[in-house]
Structures are given as structure tokens and as C-alpha cells.
């Protein structure tokens, strides 16, 4: 079930993950909401109200590819984003992103590693690195 808006869950601030059985068991359960979403390319723990760092997203080159801890080291450029989301049917907002950037995150198999990504990998990642942080596309509504 996936958590939707306007459910205060949206808003906790999700913990950092070990690699462990647990968290591959929770990369698991999201893979297989992701997958019957069918629509959505990306998701977080916190959507399943799991406020765990995990999330797995889809990318362009259509790689499934799970994120534990994911942060951005590095930015670049501005690209400007319209987006849905899982937890907000219906609703269409458009944001402005970093056009490129360079994650820092471990991967299923509990590497930690850096990787560049753009355009709509990158937005994808920035969307669910705010639900991890307990913010939601509809918070980008009013300052356009
Ligand atoms: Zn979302």
C-alpha cells in the first residue's frame, strides 16, 4: 500500500540503513510495489511508511536500481522538471532540479560508491532523496 498525501507520514525524516537482511528485504518490498504501480518510476521506504534511506527508481537506460543512503556531493546546472508522484494522485507540479548530479550512495550489494547521473535519472533521484527528508512535490507549488 502505498502512503498517500495528505497522511502526516509523508513528512518524517527517514534514517540511515545498514547493509543488512533487513534492508535487503525492504529493497524487496519495494521493487515489487514499484513494479505494481506500473506507472511510477521511482520510489521510497517512507511511501510504504518505512522511514528508512532506501529507495529504488527506474532509470532512463530502464536499470532497476536500488539506493541505500543516496546523497548528492556534487551539482550541476538547472533543469526545470514536471512531475507526479505516487503518493499525490492526480497532481502535476513543476520544479526546478540540478541538471546533473554526482551520489554518493551504497548499492544492493552493500558497495559504497559515487556515480554521475543527468537529466531525468537525476531529477528522479532529487524526488526521492525530498521524500526522504519529508518533503513532497506539492511543497514546490506556491513559489514558482
Ligand atoms: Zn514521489
Given amino acids: 500500500m502505498i502512503v498517500k498525501y495528505p497522511n502526516n507520514k509523508l513528512r518524517e ?28 518510476i521511482g520510489i521510497s521506504a517512507i511511501q510504504i511508511g518505512i522511514p528508512r534511506r532506501v529507495a529504488i527508481i527506474y532509470t532512463e537506460k530502464s536499470e532497476r536500481l536500488p539506493l541505500l543512503n ?3 556531493i556534487e551539482m550541476e546546472g538547472e533543469i526545470t522538471s514536471t512531475e507526479g508522484c505516487l503518493s499525490c494522485p ?3 507540479v513543476s520544479i526546478k532540479r540540478a541538471q546533473k548530479i554526482n551520489l554518493a550512495y551504497t548499492t544492493k550489494f552493500g558497495n559504497s560508491i559515487t556515480r ?29
Fill in 13 to 40: 525524516i527517514s534514517k540511515p540503513v545498514d547493509w543488512n537482511k533487513a534492508t535487503i528485504n525492504l529493497i524487496k518490498k519495494l521493487t515489487s510495489e514499484l513494479e505494481s504501480s506500473k506507472t511510477g
Fill in 116 to 144: 554521475w547521473f543527468e537529466g531525468r535519472d537525476a531529477i528522479v533521484i532529487q524526488h526521492e532523496i525530498d521524500h526522504m527528508n519529508g518533503k513532497i512535490i506539492l511543497d514546490y507549488k506556491d513559489n514558482s
Fill in 70 to 72: 543516496p546523497t548528492i
Fill in 90 to 92: 492526480n497532481e502535476i
